[in-house]
C-alpha cells in the first residue's frame, strides 16, 4: 500500500513538473510597481492594477507575475510546502513557483480630473428667410472626468522598452431622457472612471503585440511540388496561440554570418496539435516555401500585429 501511495506521488510530482516546464516556454511577465500622483488614492491604484492583470491574463500570451508583497509570500509558502512534500530539489521547486521573470509591466497613473461641463439641446429649424437656423432648446450642465496613465514593459535582460502606451478614459454626460447628469458628484465620477478604466480588448492588442512567438515550419502537410497549402509548425498552446490567427512568413537569410529573415507571405492556423505543434494553411507565398524547404532552406513564421476591431474583439 505504502509502494502504491509513494508511486501516486512520484507521478503526481513529474505531472506537475511536466505542467510548469510547458507554461515556461511562455513569457514571464511581472506586474511591477505602479506611481501615482496625488489625485489618487491606493485603493485607486489597487483597482486599477487589478484589471490590468485580469486584461493580461485574458490575452493568454504570457504568464502574469504579481509582484507586490503578498504574492511574494504566497510564492515562498508553497515553495516550502512542495519542499516539505516531495523530493523535488529545492532549486527546481524555486523555479517552478517563483517564475524568474522576461519582462515587466510598470504604470504611472498620471491624473483624473472632474470638469462641469454644459449640453446643449439644439435643433435646427427652417428661417422666414428660408435658411436652416439653429436653436438651442436647452442648456444642462453634467459633470465630466478625464483619467489618464501609461503603461511601460521593459526587457528584463537588456533593461529596453519594449513598449510604451498612454491610455486616457473620459465619462460623464446627461440622460438624454431626463438630461440628467450621468454622475451627481465629483466623488461619484472619481470611482465610476477608475472602476472601468481598462480596456480589455486595447490591452490584449498590447500584449499580443509586444510578445510575438516565433517558429519555423516542419514540413509541408499538403501541396506539391510547386507550392505548399499547408504545412507543421513548432508552434503550439504553451505559445498562446489561436486557430484562425495570422502568422507572417519569413525566409531565413544568413548575410555575412548574420541570420536576418525576409518577409516572403503569410499563412493562417487552421488547427492547434498539442503544446508546441499547429497545422497552418498557406495564403500567401506558397510556392516560395516549397523552394525554400526543398533545398535545406528555413522558413520562419512569427504572429503578426494585431488590432481592435470596430464593435470590438480582436483581429
Sequence with gaps: MKL???VFVVIFVITNL???AQELKKTVLTIGDFTYSASF???DVSLVRNQIITAVQNSGRVIVVDNNSATKNELK???ERRKQESAIDSNEVADMVSLNSNSILTANLEQLSVTKE???DIDYVKGSDGKMKKVVKGRYPYL??????SVTITDCATGMVQAQRNFTISDGGVDFETFQSKYKSADEVHEGIIRRCVNMDEFKVLILNTFKPEGKILQVNEGNA???KSAYVNLGS???IEIKQILEVYKELDIAGEISKRLIGEAEIIEILGPSRCLVKIKKGGQEVQQILSSGGVVIVQTRDVKVKFFGGVK
Excluded: L, Q, R
Excluded at 465630466?144 to 496613465?149: M, R, S
Design 41 to 43: 488614492t491606493k485603493e
Design 226 to 228: 510547386k507550392a505548399a
Design 4 to 6: 502504491i501511495k509513494y
Design 77 to 79: 509558502a508553497e515553495s
Design 238 to 240: 504553451d505559445d498562446g
Design 18 to 20: 511536466s505542467v510548469n
Design 118 to 120: 454644459t449640453y446643449e
Design 144 to 149: 465630466k472626468g478625464v483619467f489618464t496613465y
